[in-house]
């Protein structure tokens, strides 16, 4: 029978599903043979993160805290659909702050130092007119030369044209003969550092499976046997992900689960080794190697950020005068006409180039802002975190050694860490997490001893050496289609 038929059976038998169900109890209850009441178990532990627990008799319990249920599902689809939109919106960001910087930024930048040199020619002009149309001809110069620029900037066949958001990109067009010699342009357009200013440098998106690839580099370098230990090391998962995670990967690689004499569980993979080279498994490093650090603020260096500021700065306050002075389209051209009022008329609030650029411009300062204002949490909870993989490195450390964790030890990575002192109730929670016993010292001072753990690393490291080398080789080949 294959498993998922087994496991819905199981589902439809088993009254009380968030009781500790053995292999025995299952195949009471739902008729079916031991073999068969075991893969279901091992399915349905993977389909609803069950746990697994021993007995000093060795025997294996599945545990489903939520039952036959799966209330982690609308939490994490909502997860999904937050992360989705926000990449969503971030890259719609991303367009419209690189077109605000080219037709808006840089555009209005040129249009308020048009107006203002137009109206200083207009003035001296004292009613001029050819002084007056020179000032109005140098107003519609440059708007033609502001939309030349976005033409061929953003037109695609351009020999100008920049590709994408991070770079050239693929279906970029090639530069042109004369610009293949030419000294290489700088790795990051001045837009690009636009939108690092705005929204931060790009990250690419987290591998889906590099954990997993992680797990199975690792099961392969221990001979096909490991424990929940080997997996906390590798991918820096709390004990309670890492159960549930092994009970997939035994459905998906063909994986058994074994109890050590000594009660540990060891999850063995004798498929996982068969190999057609020679090369020697290496170890992953362990996940504490690489610190938890939040990517820079903006990635640009100073002069970066302080150029786009000063040039968003420049129309913040040149829109906050024209909406002062009321100068909307219609004013403007009264300005440019050949006699002037002395007191334009009201025309409401000037729009095009007041309120929009002023709203623009002050967003551009607000989304830094915000961003910086929520990197405090952010970066406390990633030395929390480091300070969680310090704890579980301390442990792992020793507890194949079996030798007592003390407190004031935890107390000191947790510090080095994160630079503040951890409370009572932190370090309690990191202990328990990992299945760890408060054992006194002898003189009296608090240590930890995690006995599960040590179990297992004892029951792993026995299957490790009774594991024959010929399961990794492979048989004579007797056809060969390339030869």
Do not use: C
């Not at 790009?202 to 080997?230: S, T």
């Not at 829109?319 to 007191?343: D, Q």
């Amino acid at each position: 029978m294959r498993p998922e038929s087994a496991a819905a059976v199981l589902v439809r038998k088993l009254e009380l599903p968030t009781r500790p169900i053995t292999v025995a109890d299952a195949a009471v209850a739902s008729g079916l043979p031991i073999r068969d009441a075991e893969a279901g178990l091992q399915w349905l532990t993977s389909e609803y993160r069950g746990h697994l627990r021993v007995t000093e008799d060795g025997d294996l319990v599945h545990v489903f805290p939520h039952g036959f249920t799966k209330p982690w599902e609308t939490r994490e689809a909502l997860a999904r659909f937050a992360a989705r939109a926000s990449r969503g919106l971030v890259a719609a960001g991303r367009f419209v702050v690189r077109i605000w910087l080219l037709a808006v930024m840089v555009g209005y930048a040129a249009l308020f130092v048009a107006l203002l040199v137009g109206l200083t020619l207009a003035r001296q002009g004292d009613g001029d007119r050819d002084e007056g149309r020179s000032g109005f001809g140098l107003l519609g110069g440059l708007l033609r030369m502001i939309g030349d620029a976005l033409f061929w900037t953003l037109h695609p066949f351009s020999p100008f044209y920049v590709g994408g958001a991070y770079g050239d990109g693929w279906g970029a067009a090639p530069a042109p003969s004369w610009r293949r010699d030419a000294p290489a342009a700088p790795k990051a357009p001045f837009y690009e550092k636009v939108n690092r200013f705005v929204f931060g440098p790009a990250v690419a998106p987290p591998d889906p499976r590099a954990q997993e690839v992680r797990v199975l580099a690792e099961i392969r370098a221990q001979k096909g046997r490991i424990g929940l230990a080997d997996v906390m090391r590798v991918t820096g998962l709390p004990r309670d992900e890492a159960d549930p995670m092994m009970a997939r990967l035994m459905l998906d690689y063909e994986g058994e689960v074994d109890v050590g004499e000594s009660g540990g569980i060891v999850y063995r993979f004798e498929a996982l080794r068969r190999t057609a080279g020679e090369e020697r498994a290496t170890r992953p490093a362990p996940a504490w190697e690489v610190p938890k650090r939040l990517p820079p603020l903006t990635g640009n260096d100073a002069l970066a950020n302080v150029l786009v500021a000063l040039l968003n700065g420049f129309n913040l306050l040149a829109s906050g005068w024209v909406m002062a002075r009321g100068l909307t389209l219609s004013n403007i051209l009264l300005l440019f006409s050949k006699e002037p009022p002395a007191v334009l008329p009201d025309a409401g609030v000037p729009i095009a180039l007041g309120l929009v650029p002023f709203v623009f411009s002050l967003a551009l300062f607000v989304l830094p802002l915000a961003r910086a204002a929520l990197r405090v949490p952010a970066e406390k909870r990633a030395r929390e975190e480091n300070a969680r993989l310090a704890v579980l490195r301390e442990v792992l450390a020793r507890a194949p050694k079996k030798e007592p964790v003390r407190d004031e030890r935890l107390r000191e990575v947790w510090r080095v860490a994160t630079g503040a002192e951890p409370s009572s109730k932190e370090i309690t929670a990191r202990v328990v997490e990992l299945g760890g016993d408060v054992d006194p010292g002898p003189n009296g001072e608090i240590r930890y001893r995690f006995a599960d753990l040590e179990e297992e690393a004892e029951a792993v490291e026995d299957e490790r050496d009774r594991a024959p080398e010929a399961e990794k080789r492979l048989g004579r080949v007797v056809f060969a289609s390339d030869e």
